[in-house]
């Protein structure tokens, strides 16, 4: 990979987004315009000088990272999440940039703002707390043509005041009763289920998804089971298969939490339209050679060529997969009642990826 002396982050993350784009099929121009603008002013940064910002996008402090749909299909997206930095980061100064880089994308492309205007309020305390306030996350399809998607966080006044302001913000979609669905099969165990993002599609379409994630804390794959049974249509077995794949014979998940998250289109409320389980595989195997492994059996079993995800890693990194865990920061499993997706959520490394602990 290219680190010279004086790499910056831009130039690092740019290059592997390239690369990235190639694997996938389409022009890298506009993915990388978006990408520079997003990394605000982390991107001219010198790789030698620390992060600007302890950003919890990645576990390395990175701002970014990639991911990579794949549709049972044969359809392929490629993602990224990030974190907008200004000169000065702070959590409020964060919040600032983060509201005017929409402002920003809102002059240059078609943006659906009605539900973000809706409930931006209650993600923006005046003194945020918590990991992060909005993060971005840019879609693109097969040409190249990005979609945009906000992620807020339900702990940014608190986290007692988590759920009451996840409840209102539907009830300001006008899906009130969402709320209740994820409750009664996401939100039963205590303070060991989390409220960890609430997110908005800004597009136009008319399946433009509201999302909740709920983070479980010392699940085991029943909690997550029953969490699927809330999707009419679809087969919850499928998720605890995943997680005997992916994760081995691991009774209880004690590391970092499995994530549901569930979509919801507008009329359709008290079915979500899918449901989502995010693996986050680095806490559940040795290193990435091992959540490779067991990935491409995933890959292979959902007729996706396991070739790919090879290409994929190359990528982005040249490093020993066996030398860390943690380039594959996450597997996620989208289950609707017509299609099936995989995604792969792959870590730039930027600053020297996830730290080692003893296993
Ligand atoms: N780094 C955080 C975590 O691992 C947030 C995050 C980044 C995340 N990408 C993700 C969470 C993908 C779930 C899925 O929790």
Redesign the pocket.
């Known amino acids: 990979m290219l680190r010279d002396v004086g790499t910056t982050l831009g130039e690092l993350t740019k290059s592997q987004l390239r690369n990235l784009c190639r694997v996938v099929g389409i022009d890298a121009d506009e993915p990388v315009r978006l990408l520079g603008g997003v990394l605000g002013a982390a991107d001219s940064r010198p790789l030698s000088e620390p992060p600007l910002w302890p950003s919890?996008?990645?576990?390395d402090a990175t701002p970014i990272?990639f991911s990579v749909q794949f549709d049972d299909n044969g359809a392929r997206h490629l993602r990224i999440?990030a974190e907008t930095l200004p000169a000065h980061p702070g959590p409020a100064a964060n919040l600032r940039a983060a509201r005017n880089l929409i402002d920003d994308l809102a002059d240059r492309y078609d943006l659906s703002l009605d539900r973000l205007r809706a409930v931006q309020d209650l993600f923006s305390g005046t003194d945020p707390q918590g990991k992060f306030s909005w993060w971005f996350s840019f879609i693109f399809d097969a040409d190249g043509t990005p979609k945009f998607k906000m992620y807020f966080n339900p702990e940014v006044s608190g986290a007692e005041a988590a759920p009451a302001l996840v409840a209102e913000a539907f009830e300001r979609l006008g899906m009130a009763d969402a709320y209740r669905t994820v409750s009664k099969y996401a939100l039963q165990r205590g303070e060991l289920d989390r409220l960890?993002f609430f997110a908005l599609d800004l597009d136009h379409s008319r399946q433009s998804r509201v999302k909740l994630?709920i983070g479980h804390h010392a699940a085991q794959a029943d909690d997550v089971e029953f969490a699927a049974s809330a999707v009419p249509g679809i087969d919850p077995a499928q998720v605890r298969e995943f997680c005997s794949l992916l994760a081995g014979d691991t009774p209880v998940f004690r590391g970092?939490p499995l994530?549901s998250s569930y979509s919801f289109v507008e009329g359709d409320q008290d079915k979500p339209s899918n449901y989502s389980l995010?693996m986050?595989i680095r806490d559940y195997v040795r290193d990435d050679a091992v959540a490779r492994e067991r990935l491409q059996r995933h890959l292979r079993q959902h007729r996706i060529s396991p070739a790919l995800l090879d290409e994929v890693i190359a990528a982005v990194t040249d490093r020993e997969l066996a030398a860390n865990a943690g380039l594959l920061?996450?597997v996620?499993l989208r289950l609707s009642p017509n299609r099936t997706g995989t995604t792969v959520?792959v870590s730039s490394e930027a600053y020297g990826g996830t730290h080692r602990q003893a296993r």
């Open positions: 919890d996008v990645a576990d990272e999440l960890s994630y970092r994530i995010y986050p920061a996450h996620s959520y």
